[in-house]
């Protein structure tokens, strides 16, 4: 599994031209299912998620996560993360899992954020998506479990 993650000031995605998820200082949060991810994979990322510090403190040190500082988080599905890149210049996509599957990860996922954290936004998986962000820094980091 892997997630993109953007510390931004504010994101949001529209889809069909309605905008169905939206945030202002936090995280936004591209997911990447590959085919061997499970529950397990799933947890470990929300955890690392949660509390990765990637906001800076009093002192401008990278010490705080998303909820040392109340900030949002927006998933979004993005099965290009898990594209084979390795080798030529098309990417293959047989390392990503079946959409049904991946679609049940992502859906576990975003639940388990909306228990977990306070303020959780999502898009709509496999559709086409428009994301919009101010990226704060820019702050970009590429997690894997």
């Known amino acids: 599994m892997k997630a993109l993650i953007q ?53 401008g040190k990278m010490n705080l996560s998303v909820g040392d500082v109340a900030g949002g988080v927006l998933l979004i599905s993005q099965f290009t993360l898990a594209a084979d890149t390795k080798s030529g210049t098309r990417p ?14 992502y859906d576990y996922m975003v639940e388990c954020f909306k228990i977990k954290h306070n303020e959780v936004a999502s898009g709509v998986f496999g559709a086409d998506m428009q994301v ?3 990226n704060d820094g820019p702050v970009t980091f590429l997690l894997t479990c």
């Open 7 to 59: 510390r931004v000031a504010s994101a949001n995605v529209v889809v069909e031209g309605n905008t169905v998820g939206a945030i202002n200082q936090g995280l936004l949060v591209f997911i990447g299912v590959e085919k061997n991810d499970t529950l397990i994979e799933a947890d470990k990322m929300i955890g690392k998620l949660l509390s990765y510090r990637v906001f800076t403190d009093s002192e």
């Open 92 to 105: 293959g996509f047989s390392t990503a899992k079946n959409p049904v599957e991946a679609e049940r990860l």
């Open 132 to 134: 919009s962000l101010v």
